[in-house]
């Protein structure tokens, strides 16, 4: 939680968190499978409250079969959601939970696949690009099919100068936002 709050300050304008299914059933904000770690981690149901009228969330489900439990944890900050996973079946589950939701499906830089046709047969409305992954031709086919584009991570200021500067992309998920809010700013 102390990273979101730094994040607030450095001006993000969205935050991006993993989430995972305790065995007990709680909603834990965690990037590796848990197992049986033992350790206290941060609730879901916490992250909403704190962004709630502050800030947009990008929650990455890391398993299928928990949507419905995220989508009502996150009833309270719906404004600038997006739900996003690297599995299909999620984002099609929380298209048909709630249709509202914006959803994005994120493809790593080897993606066996036409990455739109896989967005469009799960629903998904952004397609989250892994910044090798990000090719001409995607973006122009993107555009013009109406799916957002989403990269992510980047984390270098010549990287990141191009695309802060490109209008057409929905957002760019970064570890260092305060260096892109200056480059925006810019």
Not at 97 to 119: K, N, Y
Not at 131 to 153: D, K, Q, Y
């Amino acid at each position: 939680m102390p990273a979101f709050t730094a994040a607030v300050e450095m001006g993000a304008d969205m935050i991006e968190t993993d989430v995972r299914r305790r065995r007990d059933g709680r909603l834990v904000l965690h990037h590796d499978d848990l197992g049986d770690d033992p350790r206290e981690l941060a609730h879901l149901h916490e992250l909403a409250e704190f962004a709630a009228g502050r800030i947009a969330l990008d929650i990455e489900l890391k398993e299928a079969g928990y949507e419905e439990e995220v989508v009502a944890e996150l009833d309270g900050c719906r404004d600038g959601l997006i739900v996003t996973s690297f599995l299909p079946e999620a984002v099609a589950a929380v298209g048909v939970i709630d249709p509202s939701i914006e959803t994005g499906l994120i493809v790593p830089s080897r993606f066996p696949d036409d990455p739109l046709r896989a967005a469009f047969t799960c629903g998904a409305r952004l397609l989250v690009l892994h910044s090798t992954a990000m090719e001409a031709v995607i973006h122009h086919r993107a555009r013009r099919a109406g799916i957002g584009l989403f990269v992510w991570t980047v984390n270098e200021a010549e990287e990141l100068r191009p695309l802060m500067a490109d209008e057409s992309l929905a957002g760019v998920i970064t570890d260092v936002p305060d260096l892109a809010a200056q480059l925006r700013a810019a």
